[in-house]
């Protein structure tokens, strides 16, 4: 569905990473202007962002999103319609090995940023502040952990489970804290698992297609059943920006890809695929090995997101097997875009920091 750009200028946070650079080049491929902001830590590349970083609608910033005089700075001289806030640690492995850069970028920081919003909404004339949106990016993790039945919605409570969605929940909270208390329009969205191409390589799906291409063990947690939801990352960026034009302020959407798979049955499907397509490489000698499973490892996530299909219109488009080829081929065709960024391991079960 077409949609209506009410909101030209957009500051995005955190858009040199997997979620974020898909939003920035949706954003200035319809001609919006877009100021992307980002520390740049490990998981943020601009790589990512070739394809506009010499596009005129777009600049990037490399900055703290805590940082409350460039926050100041950047309102004032961009002056968005919007803000979609997409900074955050998002890796939860790391945050079982190292949980306080997570309060600081995925709490603290976001404080920070409400704040700056809050006031810059607030000087604004009334017909431009009706018009402004701050759309937080979150997780389904903030819900917990589901039984083999039933789906996360808006309306399910809050359960987080690890140092990163405690963290993301807390976010969550302050958000709708600053809408409740100060009118700041906001919009949050708790997305599913997203995959497909410039995911960083040490999440699951690209770190089992790098290893299998590689001839490596595929690493599985536990007994490998562990259930998820996976979203396209094209589709999620679709639906953030359904919500961005159409959501009602003040609401939550739940956004899912309705593809719940096992840990081992992506696993399969991967070395199957990187068989298929390069038997030349390392992938026809790659095994699924099963590793001692994370601590607190959620069992299930599933989304129901009826209320956004339903109320905007949106629905994802692409289904898990052909999603997931598309991003097997994608890598495969990209060893220039993941091979500098790999480290060989998953990350993050280390000593406590």
Request: with cysteine; hydrophobic share 40%.
């Amino acid at each position: 569905m077409a949609l209506e750009a009410t909101h030209r200028s957009i500051l995005v946070t955190g858009g040199a990473g997997f979620i974020g650079s898909a939003v920035c080049r949706a954003l200035v491929r319809e001609g919006r202007r877009v100021l992307n902001l980002d520390a740049l830590t490990y998981a943020g590349t601009l790589s990512s962002l070739a394809e506009i970083e010499g596009a005129a609608n777009y600049r990037f910033v490399q900055g703290d999103v805590g940082d409350a005089g460039l926050l100041a700075e950047l309102f004032e001289s961009f002056k968005p319609d919007a803000v979609m806030h997409l900074a955050a640690e998002s890796h939860v492995d790391r945050s079982i090995g190292a949980s306080a850069q997570f309060i600081t970028t995925n709490i603290v920081a976001t404080h920070t940023l409400v704040e700056a919003a809050r006031r810059y909404c607030d000087g604004l004339q009334s017909d431009v502040r009706d018009r402004f949106r701050f759309l937080h990016v979150s997780t389904d993790e903030v819900f917990g952990s589901l039984d083999e039945t039933g789906a996360f919605t808006e309306a399910t409570r809050y359960d987080p489970r690890s140092p990163y969605s405690a963290s993301k929940a807390a976010s969550d909270h302050l958000v709708r804290a600053w809408a409740h208390t100060y009118g700041l329009p906001v919009l949050i969205s708790n997305c599913s698992n997203n995959y497909g191409p410039y995911q960083f390589p040490e999440k699951f799906i690209p770190n089992m297609i790098v290893k299998a291409l590689n001839g490596e063990a595929l690493p599985v947690y536990g007994d490998g059943g562990n259930v998820r939801d996976w979203l396209f990352v094209k589709d999620h960026v679709d639906a953030l920006l359904a919500m961005l034009e159409r959501g009602k302020v003040g609401e939550t959407y739940a956004v899912g890809g309705r593809s719940e798979r096992t840990n081992i049955d992506v696993a399969k499907q991967i070395l199957a695929l990187t068989t298929e397509l390069t038997p030349q490489s390392g992938a026809s000698r790659a095994q699924i090995a099963f590793v001692a499973d994370r601590p607190g490892h959620d069992r299930r996530y599933a989304i129901d997101c009826s209320k956004i299909e339903r109320e905007l219109g949106w629905r994802a488009d692409v289904d898990f097997e052909s999603g997931l080829r598309r991003t097997v081929e994608w890598y495969i065709a990209r060893r220039d875009w993941w091979a500098p960024l790999y480290r060989g391991e998953r990350l993050g079960l280390g000593a406590a920091g």
